[in-house]
């Protein structure tokens, strides 16, 4: 499972499972806070479509935190002001790097994570289609 | 005339500050950010996008601050923006990877997926709803089961997620210009004042941060002759953007979140030279805003338009429209006028006396 979809599923839908997994962690290893939470901000980069050009739409809140296990650095990054979250994600990141034997038990609840985030989503794009419109023909 | 120096109001303005705070609790309410967050969701989004920082409990907070003071919510989280590190810059974000919420078209009535009316305003008889007046919270929770019950599909059959742009249809049949990708690094007027003729990044940008009712207002001058880019809307779509970053030295993209999101397409007839003859083609004017804001961002088009093909009129004018648009530009000029202007209004007074004085003397 590749980072992007495993910091998407922990952050939209796991923050309980991510302070668990990094509690493992930091109850096992020595986790050394290199950059303890701190808020900032990310720039967005957006594609426009009338030209295929490149544009800022604007900034987005995030808290960042940097943390070493091992010889592996890892980095939390999450919106909103979200510190333990931000932490949790920094130090499974740094296990992830570090190739920690945790992390391939980690692999059936990311995947148990994935079900449920689709699950929701499929919840939401019902409701949804709820409101597509069904043309008919007007009979004059 | 020279200037002179003067003090005081110092308890003046401490006392007009503890009537502003007195203002907010003299009624013994109070409203707490959650909830402001929960159900004031188009003002969220309005100040989100002019302030162009995107944190819901930021706004929210800036709304209590601010007693619901638009104007006032945008400067304070301009203001708090400018205190904060820019760690990160986002990867290319697509809005065709939104998961779609909302998705119509005015120009097709048949489009891939269909018309998905999503969440709107647009459908009310806008009469006030009295019953609101004493909602309770039990009221709100049944309100709440009731729409949770509602039967919905078992399987969706749509890819909101991953829906097709209603313009690749024109340009399937060669009726919009089709341009490469350009990945030029854009301009950033948070970085670098803005100087003319200005880049297209930058001008976009100053559009989406603009004020809403600034650039809802001279797109609308637009359509009514003080420009000419008349819009069909080929396609109004608001959802949900997940962002990502590239840290340095890693390969993988990192997900931070997602972002509620409105993005416009319009088609805009435009003559064009084809093989030394003019034919019709269609344009495009883009809009995108943080949020659920489709007025502004179809306004956001038509003035990219318009800017993208300069005229003697003042909506095709860039530095007309990209120096008047911001909120805390204007506001903050505007509001400037209240400060103290005791010895340039004094030199005028002055000089209209010794006129007036003079003409007398000549009658």
Known sequence: ?140 | MGYVAVTGGKEAIEASLQHLSYERVKHGKWIDVETIKATMRGFLDQVMSESSLYSENLAALAMKQSEGNVEEAVFLLRAHRSTLPRLYYSTVTDPRDMFVHRRISASFKDIPGGQILGTSHDYLHRLLDFSLVDETEEEVLQKKADFEEVEVPEESSIPLEKLPKVMDYLRAEGLINEFPVNDEEPDDVTKLSLTFPSSRSERLQILTRGQTGGVVSLGYAGLRGYGSSHPNVGEVRVGLQPIHVQLDGDDEEYYIGSIKLTEVESFIPANVSENGKEVLEFDIGYGACFGQNETKAIAMSILDHALENPENTPIHDEEFVLLHVDTIESTGFISHLKLPHYVTFQSKLEQMRKIKKESEARK
């Open chain 1, 1 to 140: 499972m590749n980072r992007a979809l495993r910091t998407k599923l922990l952050i939209e839908i796991g923050h309980k499972e991510a302070l668990v997994m990094a509690n493992e962690i930091v109850e096992r290893y020595e986790v050394q806070e290199i950059q303890p939470p701190r808020q900032g901000l990310t720039m967005i980069k957006l594609r426009e479509s009338a030209k295929n050009s490149l544009f800022y739409i604007g900034e987005v809140l995030i808290t960042e935190t940097k943390v070493k296990v091992g010889n592996s650095f890892g980095t939390g990054i999450v919106m909103e002001e979200n510190e333990n979250l931000s932490r949790a994600l920094a130090i499974i990141d740094a296990a992830y790097k570090e190739n920690l034997p945790e992390t391939v038990a980690w692999l059936q609840l990311l995947k148990d994570l994935e079900q449920k985030l689709q699950y929701e989503m499929e919840k939401v794009k019902c409701s949804i289609e709820r409101t597509k419109v069904h043309f008919d023909t007007m009979k004059i």
